[in-house]
């Protein structure tokens, strides 16, 4: 069972450079988030999503874009990689039961530093 | 992930006893509460969850204590073993009908043998 799936684990970008993080889930689970990670602070929402076609900007989205054209999948895009958005990224996801009162299942991260 | 937590307040307990971590939520209307576990270059993993309409939850090895009154969580590991050591933070739901959490920074606890 592997849960949630992110690609890549690691990376490295040049200032202004685009690149597309993954992640896919395989629980049929409707709700899907995407948060990032700075050393010393809670994680912060990015974007999430309560269905495929479905998206929305969480705390910090500028700089991101996502999509949602299936259940499985939420990837998040950066166009202009910057050194502010150094960070760990993580993907997540829940059922949506109980009026969203259920866990999240999270990814193992992408961890992304711009240079 | 592995720079995560260089500013964390730190819980070293020796192996065998009780520890309690504590953490202050923000929001009076939030009804629905979770502990995670992050250990290191990994995702956080849930660990205990809690209802507001609840003031106390019991899992294994694992007690969760709410206390509305003050906007106070407590996660209470009993028989604290090395694996427990990790990174623990707390999340919060606001009231129903949103979808979004807000979590707490951590505290690290350290096992010592």
């Known amino acids: 069972n592997a849960g949630v799936t992110q690609t890549p684990k690691f990376r490295i970008l040049k200032i202004g450079q685009s690149m597309t993080l993954q992640c896919t889930q395989d629980?049929?689970?409707?709700?899907m988030y995407w948060y990032r990670q700075d050393p010393g602070m809670g994680l912060k929402l990015i974007y999430y999503?309560?269905?495929?076609?479905?998206?929305d900007k969480g705390e910090v989205p500028n700089g991101y874009n996502v999509s949602r054209s299936t259940t499985e999948d939420f990837p998040l895009r950066l166009e202009l990689a910057a050194p502010s958005q150094t960070s760990v990224y993580f993907c997540?996801?829940?059922?949506?039961?109980?009026?969203?009162?259920?866990?999240?299942?999270f990814g193992d991260g992408t961890r992304l530093s711009i240079l | 992930g592995e720079s995560v937590g260089l500013h964390l307040p730190t819980l070293s307990v020796q192996e065998g006893d009780n520890s309690i971590i504590n953490c202050a939520y923000s929001?009076?209307?939030?009804?629905?509460f979770i502990w995670y576990k992050q250990e290191s270059g990994k995702g956080p993993q849930f660990i205990i969850d809690?209802?507001?309409?609840?003031d106390k939850r019991q899992g294994q090895r694992v007690t969760v204590l709410l206390n509305k009154t003050v906007k106070h969580l407590s996660l209470q590991i009993a028989a604290t073993q090395p694996g427990d050591s990790a990174v623990y933070f707390c999340a919060e739901k606001g009231s129903s009908g949103t979808y979004k959490y807000i979590f707490g920074t951590g505290t690290r606890l350290k096992v010592l043998a």
């Open positions: 929001n009076s209307a939030s009804d629905y």
């Open positions: 999503s309560v269905g495929a076609g479905i998206t």
């Open positions: 997540a996801s829940s059922s949506g039961q109980g009026g969203g009162e259920q866990p999240q299942h």
């Open positions: 809690i209802r507001s309409n609840m």
């Open positions: 629980m049929n689970h409707n709700y």
